[in-house]
Each structure stands twice: as C-alpha cells, then as structure tokens.
C-alpha cells in the first residue's frame, strides 16, 4: 500500500490512557497505521492513498485534543525560552501548596482548630480545588464530551466529591456549627458523616497531583533540551558534489541520490 508516513505534535495529552485513545481512534481510519508515543507528545501515523493529512489531524481533533505538523527546527537558543505549560503548573502548585498546608494542619491537630475555623479552612480550600484542579476538571470534562474517563476523571471526581460533600456537611449538617472539632482516626466511626468535613482532601490531593504533573512536565522539558543540543552538534551544511564541482549547501536541502563530500574530521 502506497502512502506517506508523518509525524505529528499531539497537545492535550495528560496520561498514557489519552495516547491509548488516540492512537486507538487513528488506526480506525481506513488504512492508516499509528503510534502515538506520550512521553515525546508525538504521533506517527503513515497515511494511504486517498487520505489527507488533515484528515487524521481531525480525527485527533474529534477525540478531544490537538495536533499538528513539526514546526520547523528551531534556533539553537529556544531551549531556553521559558515553556508556559511548567511555568503555569509551578504558579498553580506554589499558590495551591500555600494555601492547601494551613488545612491540612487544621484537619488534623485538634490543637489548632479554634472556633469557626471549619470556614477558615473552606475559604483556603475552595480556590485550590476550583482553580488548582482546573487542568484536570478541564481534561474530565473534554473526555467526558467524548464518551471517555482517564485518570483526570478520577482525581476530577475525587476532588469534587470531598468539596461538595464538605459543603453539604457545612451548610446542612453539624459541621458548620461553632466549636466543630475533628480528630485524625484511620478508621471510619459509625454514624459519622453530616459532621465531618473533608476538605484536606480536596486540598492534599489537588497538591500532590499538581506536583507530580510539574516535576513530569520538568523533566520532559530538561529532556527536549538535551536532545535539542544534541542535534545542534550535528552538520548544518554539506559539500555537495555534482559535475565534479563542489558547493556548500545547507544539509536540508540534501535529497536521495546526491552525492557529497566529508572530508576528514567533518561532521556527518
């Protein structure tokens, strides 16, 4: 079967599940044949005859997420350009982390909880499970246009869950009253519920999902770097060969068949 094989840039993409899916809803395309690969944010996808490109990016499209053509090589400084994704997680992990401790401490040491500190506590937890965990109530829901849960879906609804439920208990239950205390117990009290709040919960979790996502996030940025030098070691332009008359070309514009020069302790 004749056709072209490309390589496209995938956004959108939070776990492996998501790369599943995607590559999934490719190879149900006639003929296609995909690979998307989650670490490098990529998707290989050799397209036939009779099929467009643009065809396949619209069925990533479709699926709940981005893609697109490689954008041309870039300058040999935009490794250091500053990446908006980590930096938008580390604002959200910082100001979440800040907010998300002083619950935490209440929740769990009686000593500190003085009166009313229950409302003190919702007031601190309520930006951090809204707008820290906006990333993955953002993804739960495209997913859930599509018909899909991944792991946004249930750090999602786990967050969620603890927030409403501390709501409820606040404004319709005990804990809302003055003087509500809360003791640390690993097993659950019989009759508990309308009395207790699990806002540390929503706190802690948003927190530790938002570390994970920034220290990934990092590490793939610090390993693009890397390979991005690596490739500026390489040759940027060739002695092509042609009539017997040697010209320096740039190495892009090599193509099959073309005969060039390397001459002693030159780059290939």
Partial sequence: MSGQQVELVVGGMTCASCAARIEKKLN???????????????????????????????????????????????L????DEPDE????????????????????LMSMIPALQFTNWQWLALTLAAPVAVWGAWPFHRAAWVNARHGAATMDTLISVGVLASLGWSLYAL????????????????????GAGADEIYLEVASAVTVFIL??????ARAKKRSGAALKALLELGAKEATLLRDGVETRVPTASLMVGDLFVVRPGEKI
């Avoid at 570390?211 to 990934?216: L, S, V």
């Fill in 28 to 74: 149900r395309m006639p003929g296609v044949e995909a690979s998307v690969n989650y670490a490098t944010e990529k998707a290989t996808v050799f397209v036939p005859d009779g099929t467009t490109v643009e065809q396949a990016i619209a069925t990533i499209e479709a699926t709940g997420y981005t893609a697109e053509l490689p954008a041309p090589p870039a």
């Fill in 211 to 216: 570390a994970g996502r920034y220290f990934e």
């Fill in 171 to 190: 404004f319709f239950g005990m804990a809302g009253m003055a003087g509500m205390t809360m003791e640390f117990s690993f097993t659950a009290e019989p």
């Fill in 76 to 79: 040999p400084d935009a490794a």
């Fill in 85 to 104: 994704e980590v930096n938008s997680l580390r604002r959200r992990l910082l100001v979440s982390a800040a907010l998300a401790t002083p619950v935490a």
